[in-house]
Structure formats: C-alpha cells, structure tokens
C-alpha cells in the first residue's frame, strides 16, 4: 500500500473548515475520477488553517496515477485550503483498522 501526503498551510481557520466539511461531503460519492484511492484520511488543525491530506493506493502505478491526476486539478481557490506546503510520497509500513 502507498500514500500520498499533500500538506496545505496559510488557510482562514473558518474558511479551511468549510473545505473540509465540503470533502467530507463529496467523499461519500467516492474518489474523483483518475484518482484510483481506497482510503482517505485529513487532518486539520483549526486553529491553524492547516491541512494533511492522506490519500491511499494499493498500488505504486495507482499512486503515482492519482498524483497525476490530484496534481492537474486546479488548486482550491485562495484562501480556501491555504497554499499547497508539499506533496510527498510515502509506502505504508503499517496500517490498522481498530
């Protein structure tokens, strides 16, 4: 299994909540298309207006078709999710599902 780890920094506190309850919302319909996922994790930090965002892949070649795709779409409006910080890849040592 693969992760890709995107970090967003810099974002309103408010307006950073807003995003993330609208993913939270658009998630129920599944990942968007070209992005083959099959988990999704975020982590925010409201105080701060930042942002993880934990997408999994069972695959390299489904991770590095949903980086492609993640990185073509348009960034959230300014002010919305706060500047893209990183975008790192990573291979999930361990994974549990308590």
Do not use: C, Y
Not at 27 to 55: C, F, M, N, Q
Request: no cysteine.
């Amino acid at each position: 299994m693969h992760a890709r780890v995107a970090t967003f920094e810099g974002g309103d506190p408010e307006q950073v909540g807003q995003m993330v309850q609208e993913i939270d919302r658009r998630s129920e319909s599944g990942p968007p298309e070209g992005v083959p996922a099959v988990g999704l994790l975020v982590l925010h930090r409201p105080d701060e207006g930042k942002v993880l965002a934990i997408t999994l892949f069972k695959t390299e070649e489904d991770l590095q078709q949903g980086h492609a795709t993640l990185n073509s779409m348009s960034p959230p409006v300014q002010g919305g999710m706060g500047e893209r910080a990183s975008v790192e890849m990573f291979e999930v040592a361990v994974k549990l599902d308590l």
